[in-house]
């Protein structure tokens, strides 16, 4: 048993949802974006979230299916026992790479912004034995954690970006719809590598109290994510215009420092943006512990899932050290969600809807 009680709430559901998507994309969205469409970069946001609402609902008519089964049990009985093997072990893959990438992209906006002379090392042993001891509480106190911290991070990013729309130049958005139609449609699906973190819903369906509305709920989850993100962009894009923004690597911090708040009391807006986004990854490390080590207790049947969590907390902090430098964690970043990352947003709950439905599930 992992905890006492380990079902959650839609509502927790979306709190941690929320909290496993808004990460380290939204450090970087904004320069993606203007590198593909300029100023219209925005629009491939809006794009991005349709594409994310396509995934939610492929993962939601699963849940709907199999509300009881785990993910090992549910893929078994509509693939068989190999197949779902297979793609098991896929899944874990995609999210210990995921979880490693995102460590090392926290390092290296941590080491660039704040903490200049520390080795790496010691900033990913900080994250990683945090997370980890939060992956062993189970799922029910990630998600009661989450509805607090959910409170911790938007409602300070909401009063600062607020402040930072009072002196920015919205005619750096226009003019709107220059970029071809198909450029568009490419880049917002591009971009929905935002949403990276949304299969991970594919293995929440037995936590759940109740599957009763999980359509709409999960919705209103990714559109709130959507929407902020949208707006952080196109404050990014006004403050900076569309080819400053695509020359910064972290735009979004480089918005925080110059940022003035009437009467403040911090002098580095930066930092304090800094700290809270490290909140947030702290929470995508331990969901990528948690599921990793939930998956693969599940496959193989033995062990405790203390003991998974230290061999996944093990591999993601030595492959964070494989990429050379920060471009190639992009590059990697960017394989992964071309082939996995589509491949779990959309192939695979179709594929299962699709097989579930004509063996009678």
Known sequence: ???????????????????????????????????????????????????ALISVFLMTTLAKMFPHDSFVAYTRKVFGKAFSFLITLLFVFKILVNGSLELRLFGEIVKSTLLFNTPFYVIFACLILTSAYLATKGYESRARISEILIFVVFIPLAFVFGIASVDTDFSNLA??????????????????????????????????????????????????????????????????????????????????????????????????????????????????????SLLLKDIFKKGSHRTYVFVCSAIIFITAFIPTNIVSVFKILDFMFITFGVAFLFIIPFLLILVGKFRGY
């Open 1 to 51: 048993m992992l905890s006492l009680n380990n079902k959650i709430s839609l509502r927790q559901l979306q709190a941690l949802l929320i909290l496993n998507i808004f990460g380290s994309g939204v450090i970087v969205l904004p320069r993606r974006i203007t590198s593909m469409a300029n100023q219209d970069g925005w629009i491939l946001i809006a794009i991005a979230t349709v594409f």
């Open 175 to 292: 003019p709107i719809f220059t970029t071809s139609a198909s450029t568009l449609i490419y880049g917002g699906f591009f971009s929905t590598i935002a949403f990276s973190a949304l299969p991970l819903g594919l293995i929440t369906f037995p936590y759940l109290n109740s599957t009763k509305n999980i359509f709409k709920q999960v919705s209103i989850a990714v559109l709130l994510v959507g929407a902020f993100m949208l707006i952080v962009c196109m404050i990014t894009i006004s403050k900076f215009g569309a080819v400053e923004t695509a020359r910064q690597m972290w735009p979004v911090i480089e918005m925080m420092d110059v940022i003035d708040i009437p009467g403040a009391f911090i002098e580095r807006q930066d930092a304090l943006i800094m700290s809270i986004w490290i909140i947030s990854v702290f929470c995508i490390i331990s969901a990528s512990l948690f599921f990793s």
